[in-house]
C-alpha cells in the first residue's frame, strides 16, 4: 500500500502555469508506478499521464496537447505535474494515482491507490 497527498492546486488566471505535486508514502513507495488524472464536473475520470518507478519514462494520455509534463523526484518520492498555459477547460479535481502494473492503463480502474485530489480553477 502507499498514501498519496496532492497539492498546489488552485486558482489561476488563463494562460498560467501551475505545478502539483504528489507525495508518496509507504514502504514501497519508490517501486510504483504514478499517475496523473483529472476529474471535471458530470466528466469522466480523465488519465492525464504516467511515469515510471525511477521517473526515466512517462507516457502521456491523447487528450494532453503538449501543455503538460510529469516529472519525478525518486529521492522524495514527489511526483510532479506541470501544467502550462492553462485554460478554463482545464478547471477540474486533479488527482494522483499509483498502482504496480498498471503501466500506461488509461483507465481509472486499473489504479488501486488514490489521492484526496486538488481542484485547479482556471478563471477566464
Known amino acids: 500500500q502507499v498514501q498519496l497527498v496532492e497539492s498546489g492546486g488552485g486558482l489561476v488566471q488563463t494562460g498560467g502555469s501551475l505545478q502539483l505535486s504528489c507525495a508518496a508514502s509507504g514502504q514501497t513507495a519508490n517501486r510504483y508506478i504514478m499517475a496523473w488524472f483529472r476529474q471535471a464536473p458530470g466528466m469522466e475520470r480523465e488519465f492525464i499521464g504516467c511515469i515510471s518507478w525511477n521517473g526515466v519514462t512517462t507516457i502521456y494520455g491523447d487528450s494532453v496537447k503538449g501543455r503538460f509534463a510529469i516529472s519525478r523526484d525518486a529521492a522524495k518520492n514527489t511526483m510532479y505535474l506541470q501544467i502550462e498555459n492553462l485554460q478554463p477547460e482545464d478547471t477540474a479535481v486533479y488527482y494522483c494515482?499509483?498502482?504496480?502494473?498498471?503501466?500506461?492503463?488509461?483507465?481509472?480502474?486499473?489504479?488501486?491507490?488514490w489521492g484526496q485530489g486538488t481542484q485547479v480553477t482556471v478563471s477566464s
Open positions: 494515482a499509483a498502482d504496480l502494473v498498471a503501466w500506461g492503463a488509461p483507465g481509472p480502474e486499473n489504479y488501486h491507490n
